[in-house]
């Protein structure tokens, strides 16, 4: 087993659209609306945007690249709907990439970066050790 592990997932947020209008565009999926606390801590600050977060089903083990196709491969199905939303929102995708090592590679082809790219989302890496 790998000691590097692996989630993305897509993640809406909008100023304009509330969490209920985001799952009428794109379905089910974890959410929250403007004005709700971020944390369940008191004085926890308030969302200044609503936020549609959906994860891929792929198993934290198998390659960041896969997890990303497989989230580009939903949105693309829902194409007309993503243009729709981003008039209004941005559309990211998360990377979450966890190792118990000093070193950890992966690769993301130039395709699925011209996808993205079409798709116009952009990539965030976020790095634990």
Not at 36 to 44: M, N, V
Not at 87 to 94: A, K, L, M, N
Request: charged content about 30%.
């Amino acid at each position: 087993m790998s000691d590097n592990k692996f989630q993305a997932s897509i993640v809406i947020s909008s100023e304009h659209m509330e969490a209920k209008e985001l799952i009428k565009q794109l379905g089910e999926a974890e959410t929250a609306d403007k004005g709700d606390p971020i944390s369940s801590r008191k004085g926890a600050k308030l969302r200044k945007d609503s936020i549609w977060m959906k994860c891929s089903t792929l198993a934290e083990s198998e390659p960041l690249e896969s997890q990303i196709s497989e989230l580009v491969t939903y949105l693309k199905q829902r194409s007309s709907q993503v243009v729709e939303v981003l008039r209004h929102s941005t559309i990211e995708i998360w990377c979450k990439i966890s190792n118990k090592k000093s070193q950890c590679g992966f690769v993301i082809s130039s395709g699925l970066i011209d996808e993205l790219a079409s798709l116009k989302i952009n990539l965030v890496f976020d790095l634990y050790r």
